[in-house]
């Protein structure tokens, strides 16, 4: 299971996401760190684990309020052995192929919700560090349809990310992801939303879940340094 820490990042500062009501986000506050400063907070959930890959939300880029470049590139500076898989709201080829240029060691996620049709993902979907993120409120897909029936366009990774249970506690959102890994077939599936802890993790595991983007269980303690020895 391979599970990769969540970075919501706004204003420069990590947030705490909850049910994808980003208004309301405010600077989180941590035992794993003393501030609400990325590298700080990235700092704090290593020592936790020796995570290999974090997924970060620039949600003034997705929104379209501004961006966090400056502070993404501090992270990688900060630690250069770690992937970074980045929701910057991309939604056109010339930007897309930007992106992977000036960001080598790094992957793009293209968020379902900032897409107008399929056409970026299909012109990607053979880039190995291109991500597809299919994201959903609710019982609602948000993005174009054809990029949940068509399968086909998908790239090798897939996020399955459940907006209203994001920071919830309530639990992944098993029968939505085991609809999505029906049809992806060999592809690898990512969780997002909801995950509580240890159980949960293994239960994804069990389901055929490659891995699972984590952040409030992390920080509340509900996943320790003693449970990434049995993943």
């Given at each position: 299971?391979?599970?990769?820490?969540?970075?919501?990042?706004?204003?420069?500062?990590?947030?705490?996401?909850?049910?994808?009501?980003?208004?309301?986000?405010?600077?989180?506050e941590?035992?794993?760190?003393?501030?609400?400063?990325?590298?700080?907070?990235?700092?704090?959930?290593?020592?936790?684990?020796?995570?290999?890959?974090?997924?970060?939300?620039?949600?003034?880029?997705?929104?379209?309020?501004?961006?966090?470049?400056?502070?993404?590139?501090?992270?990688?500076?900060?630690?250069p052995?770690?992937?970074?898989?980045?929701?910057?709201?991309?939604?056109?080829?010339?930007?897309?192929?930007?992106?992977?240029?000036a960001?080598?060691?790094?992957?793009?996620?293209?968020?379902?919700?900032?897409?107008?049709?399929?056409?970026?993902?299909?012109?990607?979907?053979?880039?190995?560090?291109?991500?597809?993120?299919?994201?959903?409120?609710?019982?609602?897909?948000?993005?174009?349809?054809?990029?949940?029936?068509?399968?086909?366009?998908?790239?090798?990774?897939?996020?399955?990310?459940?907006?209203?249970?994001?920071?919830?506690?309530?639990?992944?959102?098993?029968?939505?992801?085991?609809?999505i890994?029906?049809?992806?077939?060999?592809?690898a599936?990512?969780?997002?939303?909801?995950?509580?802890?240890a159980?949960?993790?293994?239960?994804?595991?069990?389901?055929?879940?490659?891995?699972?983007?984590?952040?409030?269980?992390?920080?509340?303690?509900?996943?320790?340094?003693?449970?990434?020895?049995?993943?």
């Amino acid at each position: 299971m391979h599970v990769i820490p969540v970075l919501d990042i706004k204003d420069r500062m990590v947030v705490r996401a909850r049910m994808g009501q980003r208004a309301f986000y405010q600077p989180i506050e941590t035992q794993l760190s003393k501030t609400s400063d990325p590298v700080d907070v990235a700092r704090g959930l290593l020592s936790v684990h020796s995570f290999d890959a974090f997924y970060v939300a620039d949600l003034d880029a997705i929104e379209r309020t501004g961006d966090n470049d400056a502070t993404l590139d501090r992270l990688r500076r900060a630690f250069p052995g770690v992937t970074f898989w980045v929701d910057n709201g991309i939604a056109d080829v010339g930007r897309a192929r930007d992106w992977i240029s000036a960001a080598p060691s790094g992957c793009l996620v293209l968020g379902s919700e900032s897409q107008t049709d399929p056409t970026l993902v299909r012109h990607f979907a053979n880039d190995e560090r291109i991500i597809l993120s299919l994201d959903f409120r609710g019982a609602s897909f948000v993005g174009p349809p054809q990029l949940l029936t068509d399968p086909e366009c998908w790239p090798r990774r897939i996020i399955v990310m459940t907006l209203a249970q994001v920071g919830s506690g309530a639990g992944p959102d098993l029968a939505r992801l085991r609809e999505i890994r029906a049809l992806a077939l060999e592809r690898a599936i990512y969780a997002a939303g909801g995950i509580r802890d240890a159980a949960d993790l293994a239960a994804l595991k069990r389901l055929g879940i490659a891995g699972a983007l984590v952040a409030t269980s992390l920080h509340d303690g509900r996943l320790a340094r003693a449970d990434f020895s049995n993943l």
